[in-house]
């Protein structure tokens, strides 16, 4: 369901949005709404993404510790199993292909992987 909402902007701004818009064959309320609705998208796939990893984190273990517990030494390593590196190159993999990428910018980011 769709929903008005008012704004309050510049008249010129109003002018040249509408000059736009007409240039594209679209509406002011399009030119709006479809950054808005990306935005959102991204949003969301970020907050989705860093909940799997959080969900990650949790269950795998790295050098008999959950990966969320803290390490601080360089010696804390993991041995990363292939189904993992398969599942990341796996696009059709689905959530299995999102998760082992993710585990995987995890290791690499913190250089704990090998």
Known sequence: MKTNVTLKIEAELLREAR????EEGTS?????ANPLEQ???ERKGIIRRAACLGRLR???TCAGHPLAHGMNSMSDKCFVDTNILVYAHDRSAGVKHQRA???LESFWDSGKGY
């Open 19 to 22: 000059v736009l818009a007409a």
């Open 101 to 103: 990428q993710m585990l």
């Open 58 to 60: 949790r269950v795998l």
């Open 28 to 32: 002011i309320s399009a030119l709006l």
């Open 39 to 41: 935005a959102v998208r």
